[in-house]
């Protein structure tokens, strides 16, 4: 069905399928994303889509078919390996998941802290994120002090902070106004074209200017209706 | 290690009162513990002192001829640690009494045959409890010639018998004890990483291993476990100085009565113990959790 091992492949997936208890949330998914790849990911509510993504970082296993990220085979990752399966990812949700009694800094620092970095090297690799969002003013707020907008930014500084190579955004500007949602997309768009693959659920695709080269997946029920090419 | 310690420190801070009973929990158990500790140091110590160094007599059968006398002292040589062994024959020993008792020394010239037996007075060279000395009382009293030893067993028998039901009480409680601390420290902890289940929750999805995650707990239970400790020694030092003078004062004057307070040893075994009781009740309710 789908012949084209391309060799740049980051994310494989093979007649993937998820079931939740009797109820299939995936069918049958076979997707090929090449390293450095823009996806948009559509569909109606209740598709599948965050499934989808879910069983990329391993939130949820796949309950049929392979998946390879980077080569590794999902099914076979132990426990004691997923950590580091979950660093090559950055993950925006809507509900933005920031620690409500941490700081913006300190949110942002969680991801590094947590790869084992150096403490010099953090301070100055998350103050350097947070100005290249505008929130280096707003590091010693907590969460809850912010609007959406801004906690979403703290969220997209935390995603890319460990310069992963492939960021996954569950509709990351679902709940936002469109200012707020079109700088949250221009910096995935820039993270973008420093070379990491971006995978982006969202309805708010007129937002973006068709200037970059993407692919729309489609889902509906749990299946693949569509991919279109977008230039 | 910085990291986990300050997040511990945060951690404490944000659920004070939590963290305050179970430091208080964890003293009190240290402080049962640690009384028991002490009476027990202090009685064992009395006791010796009046079994006036592990020293015993051996009296010796009618039997008992002056040849037998080195292969005797070779065979109470194995059974026990001694210091030294010193013959004293019946003679002498009537000799001793009648200088003891010279003014009833009439008496003793009635008597047409010494009824005092042959005696080896021996001194234990190292001896750590008085039932040290008792078994290895027993086994010489084993030995076919040797027809008693007395080492004081009477009333300190008794006494030794009160003793160690005391003992056994104070097992019973500090397990007791142990165990109620144990579950409030399980329990804090469990507490503590349910209201920082979310935080959990998004430090895995950003690629924390278990041991980052479980690493703060650890430092939090081990800092209580040593708080505790800490504070249960002090509280008993404070007890003890407020009511050991009292007691020396009152009983000193007609009996040996030293009462010390607990060795560097103890005192470092039981802030260890402590800090054991904190690591294990996290230990315990991680593992539930996390299974
Ligand atoms: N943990 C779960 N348990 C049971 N059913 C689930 C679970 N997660 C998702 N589903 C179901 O799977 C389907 C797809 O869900 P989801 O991927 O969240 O949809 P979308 O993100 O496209 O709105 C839905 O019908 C949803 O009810
Ligand atoms: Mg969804």
Known sequence: MNDKSNKNSIIRLFNVSKRFGGKLALKDITLDIEQGELIFISGPSGAGKSTLLKILYLAEKASEGQILIGGMNLARISSSKLPFLRRRFGMIFQDFKLIPNRTVYENVALVLEVAGEKPSFIRKKVMQVLRTIGMEKKFKALPPTLSGGEQQRVAVARAVVGQPSIILADEPTGSLDLKSAQIILDSLMEYHKKGATVLIVSHNLHLLESTVRSRNVEISEGTIKRIATIC | ?291
């Open chain 2, 1 to 291: 290690m910085i990291h986990f310690v300050k997040k511990a420190l945060a951690d404490i801070h944000s659920n004070r009162f939590l963290n305050l009973i179970t430091i208080i929990t964890i003293s009190l158990s240290i402080l049962v513990v640690s009384v028991f500790l002490l009476f027990f140091e202090n009685a064992s110590r009395v006791i010796e002192s009046w079994n006036k160094g592990g020293r015993a007599m051996i009296y010796l059968k009618s039997e008992f001829r002056m040849d037998m006398l080195p292969k005797l002292k070779v065979k109470i040589n194995t059974l026990g640690d001694i210091d030294e062994i010193v013959y004293i024959s019946k003679t002498q020993a009537l000799d001793k009494l009648k200088k003891n008792m010279s003014s009833q020394s009439a008496f003793l010239k009635t008597l047409k045959e010494n009824p005092l037996p042959d005696a080896l007075e021996i001194r234990m060279k190292s001896y750590n409890s008085f039932e040290e000395v008792q078994k290895f009382a027993q086994s010489i009293k084993a030995i076919e010639i040797v027809e008693d030893v007395e080492y004081g067993q009477g009333w300190l028998g008794r006494f030794l018998k009160i003793f160690n039901l005391f003992k056994i009480t104070g097992y019973a409680m500090c397990t007791l004890f142990f165990l109620i601390a144990l579950f409030i420290t399980a329990n804090t902890v469990r507490l503590a990483f349910y209201s920082r289940k979310r935080e959990i929750e998004i430090m895995r999805l950003v690629g924390a291993t278990e041991t980052f995650i479980k690493a703060p707990f650890y430092v939090e239970g081990l800092l209580q476990g040593f708080l505790g400790g800490i504070l249960g020694m002090v509280i008993l030092l404070i007890t003890y100085l407020a009511v050991s003078s009292g007691i020396t004062q009152s009983f000193a004057s007609y009996m040996y009565f030293d009462i010390r307070f607990l060795s560097v040893q103890t005192i470092a075994l039981i802030i260890t113990g402590s800090i054991f009781l904190g690591w294990f009740g996290c230990y315990l309710s991680l593992k539930q959790i996390l299974k």
